[in-house]
């Protein structure tokens, strides 16, 4: 009898292993064209995957697909994120967190800070720098009265029928990835190689991408010079960036200026009080050099630095 149990685990086992096999290949085939080692935490990881997965949906059922996610609303809707498809016009055909949008078409609708969040998802899609579509604003939680901080991403997908619509899911109270602030920093350097010095106004705008939350792009000169200032709307208010120093004693500007002698972008990390416990906390610079009528301009934005639990 032994005998025979342990036959049955000899088989079992290699039946155990192979199907687990099968499950962790299928994985990485299912998303081994969705780049995801630039985020650092899970949240970000997943709702990514949330999102692609109704998009290939979408992109193989076409528009019938609509009646299984309208059917399913609650498979598309979680504590932490829910799904919402429009097309690219601005209406929204299916909403699973606020049904009462659908049918709707929220092109120029505002958030508090007056962001256009839609006109703001369809210019993330054509941005080759920003892969996930990701734009930030603000935005209610379904059953709730009040306006929360939402950072979404999104696909784009074309319809069997040829239609041109948008799949997209948020977090209410994102973490900060750094990926964030690389992509509205290395935006706004190329918006000035393209524009010229008149892309200072569009990048400094407070409803612009280039301002969220408590991070905004800020641009210098290689002497510390500001040209948009970190702190305040004006450039009046003069501060030499190569002589700030941290809560310890260091120059990350002048450190980040000595590297990118050779590169042309660094990050680097400085400490800070944290605004709620004044406590000292790790922050993320991200700094990217570009050149202006033969001048190295540098811009720039901060954010925490990602800390466990990823």
């Not at 703001?120 to 054509?126: D, P, Q």
């Not at 930030?136 to 009040?146: A, I, V």
């Not at 030499?240 to 660094?266: M, W, Y």
Request: charged share 25%; hydrophobic share 40%; aromatic share 14%.
């Amino acid at each position: 009898m032994l005998i025979l149990k342990q036959w049955r685990l000899m088989i079992a086992f290699p039946a155990f292993l192979l199907m687990m096999a099968i499950l962790i290949s299928g994985c990485k085939i299912q998303y081994e064209d969705l780049n995801l080692t630039m985020y650092q935490y899970r949240d970000t990881k997943n709702l990514v995957k949330f999102v692609y997965d109704a998009s290939l949906i979408l992109k193989k059922d076409g528009l019938k697909s609509l009646d299984y996610f309208r059917n399913n609303r609650a498979r598309f809707r979680t504590p932490e994120y829910y799904l919402y498809i429009y097309d690219i016009k601005g209406t929204n055909i299916f909403h699973a967190g606020m049904e009462h949008l659908e049918g709707k078409n929220l092109w120029d609708v505002t958030d508090k800070n007056g962001k256009k969040a839609v006109q703001f998802i369809v210019a993330a899609l054509e941005d080759r720098n920003n892969p996930h579509a990701w734009v930030h604003y603000s935005w209610w939680e379904p059953g709730k009265f009040y306006p929360v901080p939402k950072s979404s991403c999104h696909f784009k997908v074309r319809t069997p029928e040829g239609e041109e619509l948008f799949v997209g899911g948020g977090i209410d109270y994102p973490h900060e990835e750094k990926e964030f602030i690389r992509i509205i920093v290395d935006d706004a350097a190329q918006l000035i190689e393209r524009k010229g010095w008149k892309a200072l106004d569009d990048i400094s705008n407070p409803v612009s991408k280039y301002n969220y939350r408590d991070v905004r792009v800020f641009a210098f000169h290689q002497d510390g010079e500001l040209l948009i200032s970190p702190a305040v709307a004006d450039t009046i208010f003069q501060t030499n960036l190569l002589d700030c120093t941290d809560e310890v004693g260091h120059k990350p500007f002048a450190k980040a200026i000595k590297e990118l002698e050779s590169q042309d972008r660094v990050w680097e990390v400085f400490i800070a009080k944290n605004r709620y416990k004044r406590e000292p906390i790790k922050k993320s610079l991200y700094i990217r050099k570009t050149m202006i009528d033969g001048s190295a301009i540098y811009f720039a934005a901060i954010t925490d630095l990602p800390e466990p639990p990823y």
